[in-house]
């Protein structure tokens, strides 16, 4: 089956510095990567939706200068956390869709990321 | 945009009982539902999707009902064992972007 990798699966970081979340797909071509975050107990919330190659598609209220993705390659989207708050600890979870199977998206096992 | 509604937010059956969740959608023009299984702190599992073309489908103990009409589609899983324990989550596929739309998700807890 398609499978995507994230990295890290769990950070620890100052508040005030920046992080980056990768997110991989394996074994297909991911024309589109979603980002989402999930609180716990809380649903996952889309955050924004990137096509390889061009600029990603924000959702509304989630701050596009602070969360940076780029999705450079048809196998890698990152996410860039700037200046993270401890109000941005939180589960991210990527996942990707392409030619693999028609609307369904495979998900990344998540990044636990703690802002102190 | 799309938005999905599910209920509810938490179920406790005991083992061997069926559960059902339900989940309510509003664009008309989403035409893929998948649902996923999600254990704590893993990633979300597809257990089971259904297309608009189909009113239902059915895979072993699990099945997923589909209405158009009324924009509602429920997930039945019948003979449930311990291991069915997790948060289950609805998605309705909207538009432009082919992205998913959760709903709120369910805790199950089957008591054995």
């Known amino acids: 089956g398609a499978v995507v990798s994230q990295h890290p699966s769990w950070v620890i970081c100052k508040s005030g510095t920046s992080v980056k979340i990768e997110c991989r797909s394996l074994d297909f071509q991911a024309t589109t990567m979603f980002w989402y975050r999930q609180f716990p107990k809380q649903s996952l919330m889309l955050m924004a939706t990137?096509?390889?190659?061009?600029?990603?598609?924000?959702e509304q209220g989630v701050e596009k200068d602070k969360f940076l993705i780029n999705h450079a390659s048809l196998t890698l989207s990152t996410l860039t956390v700037t200046s993270a708050h401890p109000e941005d600890s939180s589960f991210y979870i990527c996942?990707?869709?392409?030619?693999?199977?028609?609307?369904?998206?495979?998900f990344g096992p998540g990044t636990r990321l703690t802002v102190l | 945009g799309e938005n999905v509604e599910q209920h509810p937010s938490t179920l406790s059956v005991q083992e061997g009982d069926s559960a059902v969740i339900k989940c309510t959608y509003s664009d008309s023009a989403s035409n893929y539902f998948p649902w996923y299984k999600q254990e704590l702190g893993k990633r979300p599992q597809l257990i089971i999707d259904?297309?608009?073309?189909?009113g239902e489908k059915k895979d072993q103990r699990i099945a997923v009902t589909l209405n158009k009409t009324a924009k509602h589609f429920s997930l039945h899983i019948t003979e449930t064992q311990p291991e069915d324990s997790a948060v289950y989550f609805c998605?309705?596929?909207?538009?432009?972007?082919?992205?998913?739309?959760f709903g709120t998700g369910t805790s199950l807890t089957v008591i054995p």
């Open positions: 998605a309705a596929l909207g538009r432009p972007g082919n992205q998913f739309y």
């Open positions: 259904i297309r608009s073309n189909v």
């Open positions: 996942s990707a869709a392409g030619d693999v199977s028609y609307n369904e998206q495979f």
């Open positions: 990137s096509n390889e190659g061009s600029k990603a598609t924000y």
